[in-house]
């Protein structure tokens, strides 16, 4: 039985050549890391969509996650004492922005590893995460060849 | 080389989605992340991107309504929609969300509007391209593939 996506009223496009569709071998797969240790992580992202989607993936890698929806309330978890080893926080954010939540954070003394994911991909936008606090810049979406080296290097493995 | 002649059929329908440029990568990150734990793990992704997704492109259609246009209102959502539809791979959505967002910051209303139109339909091709593809897993059944470490 078939299962309707969420419907719209849209009509055609033209298609156009792709990559190829050949699928070669990438360098990193989600099987080539076992977490030897408990590793945590906060996702922080306005959109509930990509909140979930990113949870789900690093929950598939064995980490044990939260999430909240806005900076603010990030700031608010740290503040109240909460330790992750991994965050993931967006830029776009609702009531307080990711670039300054993660200048907030960092100036508590967080100093673990934040990933700075989002759908912005200037340079002007990198920077500026760069300059808050984040350690990598990311444009979504997370890949296995960055996710991968940080969870080896959090886990111990390099 | 795959026997089943249903299974051929599922693995040319899916090589057509790549190599006509509607997915990308992504996508096969989110199949491996598939396992006998989660089967129908894309597609409930998928479906779950189509549901709340299908909420941003409506209030995008209401903000093009109102003149004039709030162009940072109409990045943001732009930035929001385009950041869930890389998520999945959604190729041609995805650049036709990097357009649009370039209109906004050139505070091009037409150029918006004809993006927008363009993305709407390369959305709505996605979404019964993908439709069939998993109406047609569902009936090829599953395959054997190596469980993933736990």
Not at chain 2, 1 to 23: A, C, H, I, V
Not at chain 2, 29 to 46: R, T
Not at chain 2, 130 to 136: D, M, N, T, V
Request: hydrophobic share 40%.
């Amino acid at each position: 039985m078939a299962s309707a996506l969420p419907s719209g009223d849209m009509g055609a496009a033209e298609a156009n050549s792709g990559n190829g569709g050949q699928m070669q071998k990438k360098p990193f797969t989600f099987n080539e890391i076992v977490l030897r240790n408990r590793l945590t992580a906060l996702v922080v992202d306005g959109d509930n969509f990509c909140r979930l989607l990113e949870q789900g993936i690093l929950q598939a890698y064995g980490l044990e996650t939260q999430s909240v929806n806005n900076g603010d309330a990030a700031v608010e978890l740290i503040a109240s004492g909460a330790k992750f080893d991994l965050i993931l926080i967006d830029m776009l954010l609702p009531i307080l922005d990711g670039v300054e939540a993660t200048r907030r954070i960092r100036a508590m003394g967080m100093r673990c590893k934040m990933l700075g994911v989002t759908a912005c991909s200037g340079e002007r936008e990198r920077q500026a995460f760069l300059a808050a606090g984040v350690d990598v810049f990311v444009e979504k979406p997370l890949g296995p060849e960055i996710l991968i080296p940080v969870l080896r290097e959090l886990d111990g493995q390099v | 080389m795959e026997r089943n002649p249903m299974r051929r059929q599922l693995q040319t329908l899916r090589k057509s989605l790549f190599d006509q440029g509607y997915l990308d990568d992504q996508f096969v990150q989110l199949e491996e992340l598939q396992d006998d734990a989660n089967p129908n793990f894309v597609e409930e992704v998928v479906t779950l991107y189509y549901r709340d997704s299908g909420r941003i492109i409506l209030n995008i259609e209401q903000a093009l309504e109102r003149k004039p246009f709030d162009f940072n209102k109409l990045d943001a959502y732009m930035h929001q929609f385009k950041g869930s539809s890389s998520s999945i791979g959604a190729k041609k959505v995805k650049a036709e969300s990097t357009l649009f967002r370039e209109y906004c910051r050139s505070r091009n209303g037409e150029g918006c509007m004809r993006t927008f139109q363009q993305l709407k339909k390369e959305y709505a091709t996605l979404r019964r391209k993908l439709e069939a593809y998993f109406q047609l897993a569902r009936q090829a059944g599953p395959v054997e593939t190596a469980c993933r470490p736990k």
